[in-house]
């Protein structure tokens, strides 16, 4: 049985850094990453890393996010800086299937997600 854990979220104010992390247990995987759903709105495509493509990035976060994976410990985590509030959301890891196409709908496996919330 595939488990997504995730942890780090929390309060930050707008400009600071927050790290996520998600381990994982019951399988392993080519792909894994982050997506976020803010109040009101669909869930949308953050970041992957998959071992043979490389990573990606959506563009609202390019240059200030970045993903990274420790395949013995089979985790994925994000780094986040300068945050904004547009950033706030609760983040779920995904891991499986979005290789080439970052749909959720694409997604094998979701954490229970972490509340990431940035203040003005």
């Known amino acids: 049985q595939v488990r997504l854990v995730e942890s780090g979220g929390g309060l930050v104010q707008a400009g600071g850094s927050l790290r996520l992390s998600c381990a994982a247990s019951g399988g392993t995987f080519s792909v894994m990453g982050w997506f976020r759903q803010a109040p009101g709105k669909e869930r949308e495509f953050v970041a992957a890393l998959d071992w043979s493509v490389g990573s990606n990035y959506a563009d609202s976060v390019k240059g200030r996010f970045t993903i990274s994976r420790d395949n013995a410990k089979n985790t994925v985590s994000l780094q986040m800086n300068s945050l904004k509030p547009d950033d706030t959301a609760v983040y779920y890891c995904?891991?499986?299937?979005?290789?080439?196409?970052?749909?959720?709908?694409?997604?094998?496996?979701w954490g229970t997600g972490t509340l990431v919330t940035v203040s003005s």
């Open positions: 995904a891991a499986g299937g979005f290789s080439r196409n970052f749909l959720s709908s694409n997604v094998n496996y």
